[in-house]
Nanobody
Framework: QVQLVESGGGLVQAGGSLRLSCTASGGTFSSYTMGWFRQAPGKEREFVSAISWTGGSTNYQDSVKGRFTISRDNAKNTVYLQMNSLKPEDTAVYYC??????????????????WGQGTQVTVSS
């Protein structure tokens, strides 16, 4: 059983930056494809980004391309989401997710097995 704990959320002004972290325990982190999703109030959860278990492939939602960067540090069992040029529409609860050794970088939430509790990101205008 894999446990995921997100951190790094907070309140930031538009144009600012935040770095989210998700630390995993209970599994071999380097064997898991990791994803970030977000859910804004009144909206469905949506894909943000993913990184393959090899680290060789990444995937981004169009609205965050060029602003967000996903990375992983297997030695620290941690995946990061660097978020720059934040916009009010990025406000949401951000969730980390994991799936064991799947091909590619899935973008559907049902493709992930393990989930964190989420961290709130609020971007003020």
């Amino acid at each position: 059983q894999v446990q995921l704990v997100e951190s790094g959320g907070g309140l930031v002004q538009a144009g600012g930056s935040l770095r989210l972290s998700c630390t995993a325990s209970g599994g071999t982190f380097s064997s898991y494809t990791m994803g970030w999703f977000r859910q804004a109030p009144g909206k469905e959860r949506e894909f943000v980004s993913a990184i393959s278990w090899t680290g060789g492939s990444t995937n981004y939602q169009d609205s965050v391309k060029g602003r967000f960067t996903i990375s992983r540090d297997n030695a620290k069992n941690t995946v990061y989401l660097q978020m720059n040029s934040l916009k009010p529409e990025d406000t949401a609860v951000y969730y980390c997710a994991a799936i064991y050794r799947v091909a590619g970088t899935p973008s559907r939430d049902y493709q992930y097995k393990y989930w964190g509790q989420g961290t709130q990101v609020t971007v003020s205008s």
